[in-house]
């Protein structure tokens, strides 16, 4: 099936027994069995559920792999997968501009564990190359990267990967499998924020894995029933409800985003614009040839700092300030404070990560609205 086909129909065939052409929510703990050792697919709903069942195959589908797995958030997946596939002693290296609960991951819950961290330049593959040791067992990134937009190039990191017997995972929530699927280029889990664009709705909270390997889906799939963090039935609808529109909200939100990011550019309270769709993006050509498209989130660095930014929001009527991104509504956010307050800001501040940047979600509204929104609350 083609994309768009797949968002409909991948898992999701009509209910066998009503025909119903949606995924019924089978809102059960448990499952009657037949006879002792003999149940009919299902036990228990921490195991397995059917509602569940189908996310997790639309989701492989969608990213080219074997293998998809649901979890209750984005971050419950990632904490997972190092539970599944690390162990002390063990060395990941990570792109050093990463969602801020996945630094906090790593440095508050894993560090603690025994897990040794080294982050890498996220747009060169060289410094990853550089950071590896002999007990490195995972390569960590995200592209488009949160929230500075950079873009890092899966392929390459899939080779140094492969040289170095390492697992390559790669954070896919900015770009989506509309825009981009890393599997193809070689890496061997993709990770999604569900909450994001594949929900779309702001109404969700989830996480999402696809897989390539048999032997590290079963690693995982151990460890999802062993620590059970799952979404619930409703849940997993809820997300699949709202996957059926995925291309067409990525359109929208994609036109919006280079709009944005064109007004940005010329507008002289702003110093700097982070839109991998712009021709002037340094690695534009790096996202085109590896990117179906660029996608809806556009950050920016306001001159004036902090009480810029604060003017800034505070004029706002259609962005809203929030945590979170991707859903319809076009959202505003402030990392420093926001997303990535669990950094250091010593080391936010290196990272490129300043008291002027905003970062917004654009959503499908009418474009010149969300412009005539940006332009009014700029001229505080």
Known sequence: MKFETALMHAGQEAD???GSVNVPIYQTSTYKQDAIGKDRGWEYSRTGNPTRKALEDCIAALEGAKYGLAFASGLAAEATACLSLLKKGDHVVSGDDVYGGTYRLFEKVFKKWGLEVTYADAKNPAAFKKAMRRNTRLIWA???????????????????????????????TFATPYFQRPIELG?????????????????VVGGLMAVADKGIYEEVKFHQNAAGGIPGPWDSWLTLRGMKTLAVRMMA????????ADFLSAHPAVAKVYYPGLTTHPAHALADSQMYGFGGMVSFELKG???AADAFFKKLKIFMLAESLGGVESLACYPATMTHAAIPEKDRLKRGITAGLVRLSAGIENSDDLVSDLERALKR
């Open 16 to 18: 066998k027994q009503t």
């Open 142 to 172: 995200e592209t488009p990267t949160n929230p500075l937009l950079n873009i890092t190039d899966i392929a390459a990191l899939a080779e140094i990967a492969k040289k170095h017997k390492a697992i390559l995972a790669v954070d896919n």
């Open 187 to 203: 890496a061997d889990i993709v990770v999604h924020s569900s909450t994001k664009y594949l929900g779309g709705h702001s109404d």
């Open 253 to 260: 939100h994609e036109a919006n985003a280079f709009e944005i």
């Open 305 to 307: 700092g902090r009480p």
